[in-house]
Nanobody, 115 residues
Framework: QVQLVESGGGLVQAGGSLRLSCAASGSIFGINVMGWYRRAPGKQRELVATITSGGSTYYVNSVKGRFTISRDNAKNTVYLQMNSLKPEDTAVYYC?????????WGQGTQVTVSS
């Protein structure tokens, strides 16, 4: 079992920044890739960014150049730095990992961007 605990969401004006954090605990030795999904109101869940233990990253096109995913392997923590936020970034953001062929999710943290 892997537990994921997120923090860092909140309310920000358009153009502002937020930093999300996600700490993993439990059976972490099977973790390679970690990432963030989001679900906006009335929309399907969307993969935002991922990072492997080796540092390879992926971003959905809509956040490229604005969001940066990073990882501290020693702390088993993944971060999502979100800059130049837009109202369309408003969503619940979920930390995710795939460990031992099983998907794990955090509880979600709300990000609200006002115009």
């Amino acid at each position: 079992q892997v537990q994921l605990v997120e923090s860092g969401g909140g309310l920000v004006q358009a153009g502002g920044s937020l930093r999300l954090s996600c700490a993993a605990s439990g059976s972490i030795f099977g973790i390679n890739v970690m990432g963030w999904y989001r679900r906006a109101p009335g929309k399907q869940r969307e993969l935002v960014a991922t990072i492997t233990s080796g540092g390879s990253t992926y971003y959905v096109n809509s956040v490229k150049g604005r969001f940066t995913i990073s990882r501290d392997n020693a702390k088993n923590t993944v971060y999502l730095q979100m800059n130049s936020l837009k109202p369309e970034d408003t969503a619940v953001y979920y930390c995710w990992t795939l460990a031992n062929h099983t998907n794990y999710w955090g509880q979600g943290t709300q990000v609200t961007v006002s115009s």
